[in-house]
């Protein structure tokens, strides 16, 4: 469960990632492959989290929502502020940091 945000933050914080994800529209054939690139990982993670909840190790009756949820904590930090307000990418201590209490935030509701 640990490494899965783990791929998600390294995916989603390459500068090409950020600079596609601003403007798309510029270079749509660099985009496609990042789009299946990201929906690939977030596929991965939807997996993990639906055979979790089928084992009864995550109590979710909803594991699509489950995952949104996740996902949505990890890019809240390491993914839109980057993207949308111009910070800085994270270093990779922060990355720890953000993934680390999303999955803790995470598992303390669903585990």
Same mark, same amino acid.
């Given at each position: 469960? @640990? +490494?899965?945000?783990?791929a998600?933050?390294r995916s %989603? @914080? &390459? =500068? $090409?990632a /950020?600079? /596609?994800?601003?403007h798309?529209?510029?270079r749509?054939g660099r ?5 299946a690139l990201l929906?690939?990982? !977030?596929h *991965?993670? $939807?997996?993990? /989290? =639906?055979?979790?909840a089928?084992d ?5 009756p909803d594991?699509?929502?489950?995952? &949104?949820q #996740? !996902?949505? #904590? /990890?890019?809240g *930090?390491?993914?839109?502020? &980057? %993207?949308?307000? $111009? &910070?800085?990418?994270? +270093? !990779?201590?922060?990355e %720890?940091?953000v993934?680390?209490?999303?999955? !803790?935030?995470?598992? $303390?509701y669903?585990?």
């Open positions: 469960m @640990r +490494d899965a945000p783990g998600k933050r %989603v @914080r &390459q =500068r $090409g /950020i600079c /596609i994800a601003r798309p529209h510029r749509p985009s496609r492959p990042l789009t929906g690939a990982r !977030e *991965a993670m $939807g997996a993990w /989290i =639906r055979a979790a089928a009864g190790r995550l109590r979710t594991p699509a929502f489950a995952t &949104q #996740l !996902e949505s #904590l /990890i890019k *930090a390491a993914f839109w502020p &980057q %993207v949308a307000m $111009g &910070q800085p990418p994270l +270093d !990779e201590a922060k %720890v940091a993934a680390e209490s999303a999955v !803790e935030m995470f598992l $303390g669903y585990g």
